[in-house]
């Protein structure tokens, strides 16, 4: 058992949506039901303009480009949906 978090390697654990101000939302896919509904509930308006990526496991916001990378050196990538060429980790490559 490891104890110590910082021998914990870092894996893409969820997508994320960030705000121009740094706000984070989370959710399994991208504007899922999930993601929709933290929308709803939160006082910022313009999250259709929002950078979309993932959030890693020590809860670090990753570009979908960062994330590709991350999620390709832990062999987390099970399905090529066709975005492959574009470096981009998209949810669906992950399950």
Do not use: Y
């Given at each position: 058992m490891i104890t110590n978090p910082a021998m914990i390697a870092n894996r893409v654990v969820c997508s994320a949506i960030k705000s121009d101000k740094g706000t984070l939302i989370l959710g399994l896919r991208h504007?899922?039901?999930?993601?929709?509904?933290?929308?709803?509930?939160?006082?910022?308006?313009?999250?259709?303009?929002?950078?979309?990526?993932?959030?890693?496991?020590?809860?670090?916001?990753?570009?979908?480009e960062q994330a590709f990378v991350l999620a390709e050196q832990n062999g987390q990538i099970v399905r090529d949906c066709g975005t492959f060429h574009l470096k981009q980790l998209f949810s669906e490559n992950l399950y």
């Open positions: 504007f899922d039901p999930f993601m929709r509904q933290q929308i709803k509930l939160s006082p910022e308006q313009n999250w259709k303009t929002a950078e979309q990526g993932f959030v890693d496991n020590k809860g670090q916001f990753l570009t979908r």
